[in-house]
């Protein structure tokens, strides 16, 4: 394929000769699509004020204990990533559309058995649906937009997908402060309800339409999104090879972006983005910030106002250098917040995580303040860095990379993946604070990010301004 030969570079789905589509109804329904974003954020938001509310709780009234609080926050990564896997199966076999309509019945039902709940195990298990859920739309959602999407703008809207998740965490913040657990339940089930009324008038997406040789309604579906009566309506290539066989995998089309997909998701969750969220409410009272609540709200308007801006400028930029941006930030950042908790800790014996928070005694209390405002200093940043990169990146790319005969089972693999690690790191982070203490836990995540910045320059392709056929070659070496 070469730049001289306009057949070749003519992309297969989209208006003729690259011109602009002349109708705006793909931004409507990649909104439609993100909605599911939107609730998987407010999912797995909602255990930070309701757990709080929960163990307060005096009897007879439901309360939650130590123990049941962890799993309450935990099991939605478990249910995630079982719904990674069914994701994978369902995207192939029903569709892009009809998988996303079907991910709002978890959702629904997940937050009214948590509404109605009446013993620990109702609220498990109103946990373990939503989080069904959550793997569901994290595969499908950003699958399903980059196929309506066009190349001009695939960057922006598959940025949407991260920024409607953080959204909808800072929603459930926000909601918590007036709402009570039971109450912001019942608010959980309002972005699912509205996105499946919403879903029900938007198109399945030209390229499942066109694997199924159902050319008239891919033609509908193309004049839908982008308004153009000349389309060509060619199935992608690879169309013809329905179905995922391991022999497969010795295709470098195959191999490569595989081994891409799973390492982005997996330096994803290493770079210790859930570490540094565990602590931010502790670091902030430290710098004399008393609502705890309120360095959340802090935290999720950064991700929130820093994704929005790597969504606006996602196709300009490119993937490779905003990934390689964000790991130098998070480098940074992740060695500081290790260097302050080198200094504040206490003594050689001393494995309190607690105590290690605490400033040393013989400090003044202006060099403990001064300290403390350097961890949240570190926070801002890496919060800032992870979500200009690698918090919508790796998501985005995992829906360009795959041939469409494989995506399903290769994205379920990587929701599968980030979603264990996610559960992986969170569980055993611990331990290794009890090893390496807190400041080399984090300079071990300051450690594998500056691996994933060394994995993104020799690995990572561009992939702005290409569609997704233009993508595949590029693998396949044509």
Not at 37 to 50: D, E, K, M, V
Not at 184 to 206: I, N
Not at 379 to 386: K, S
Request: net charge neutral; aromatic share 10%.
């Amino acid at each position: 394929m070469t730049p001289e030969d306009p057949e070749e570079t003519q992309p297969l789905l989209g208006p003729p000769g690259g011109s602009a589509p002349l109708s705006r109804r793909v931004f409507l329904a990649a909104f439609a699509a993100a909605l599911g974003p939107l609730s998987f954020g407010f999912a797995l938001g909602y255990s930070s004020p309701a757990i709080p509310s929960l163990r307060r709780a005096a009897s007879p009234a439901l309360r939650l204990d130590d123990a049941a609080a962890s799993w309450f926050g935990a099991i939605v990564t478990l249910g995630a990533a079982a719904g990674g896997v069914l994701g994978g199966w369902l995207v192939d076999r029903a569709g892009r559309k009809l998988s996303l309509l079907l991910c709002t019945v978890p959702f629904v039902v997940g937050f009214a058995v948590i509404t109605a709940a009446q013993n620990v195990w109702m609220l498990l298990g109103g946990r373990l649906l939503t989080g069904l859920a959550c793997g569901i739309a994290s595969l499908v959602a950003p699958v399903y937009i980059s196929e309506i999407s066009y190349p001009a703008v695939r960057g922006l809207l598959g940025s949407c997908v991260q920024l409607m998740v953080v959204t909808g965490i800072l929603l459930a913040y926000l909601a918590g402060w007036v709402l009570e657990w039971r109450w912001l339940a019942v608010l959980g089930c309002v972005p699912a309800s509205f996105m499946l009324l919403l879903m029900c008038y938007m198109p399945e997406t030209p390229r499942f339409l066109l694997t199924r040789q159902r050319h008239q309604e891919a033609m509908a579906a193309m004049h839908f999104l982008w308004g153009s009566e000349q389309v060509r309506a060619e199935a992608p290539a690879g169309a013809e090879h329905q179905g995922f066989h391991l022999a497969q995998l010795r295709r470098p089309g195959i191999y490569k972006p595989f081994i891409i997909g799973v390492s982005l998701m997996a330096f994803q969750q290493l770079s210790g983005i859930n570490a540094v969220m565990f602590y931010a409410e502790t670091i902030f009272e430290k710098a004399k910030f008393k609502d705890s609540s309120l360095a959340s709200v802090i935290v999720g308007i950064i991700q929130v106002l820093v994704t929005a801006l790597a969504a606006l400028i996602m196709d300009r930029a490119g993937r490779r250098l905003l990934l390689t941006l964000s790991g130098v930030v998070m480098v940074f950042s992740t060695s500081a917040f290790g260097a302050y908790f080198r200094l504040t800790q206490g003594g050689p014996g001393n494995s309190s995580h607690v105590e290690l928070l605490s400033p040393l005694s013989m400090e003044p209390a202006s060099a403990s303040v001064g300290l403390a405002w350097l961890a949240v200093g570190s926070v801002c940043l890496f919060i800032a860095g992870f979500a200009v990169g690698w918090g919508p990146i790796p998501w985005l790319l995992m829906s360009e990379i795959f041939p469409l005969h494989v995506k399903g089972v290769a994205t379920g693999v990587c929701v599968l993946t980030n979603w264990f690690m996610a559960f992986l790191v969170t569980k055993e982070f611990s331990s290794v604070m009890e090893v390496l203490r807190p400041y080399g836990a984090f300079w071990l995540a300051s450690a594998f990010c500056i691996l994933s910045v060394l994995f993104t320059l020799s690995c990572v392709p561009e992939t702005k301004g290409k569609t997704l056929e233009e993508i595949t070659a590029h693998f396949e070496g044509r």
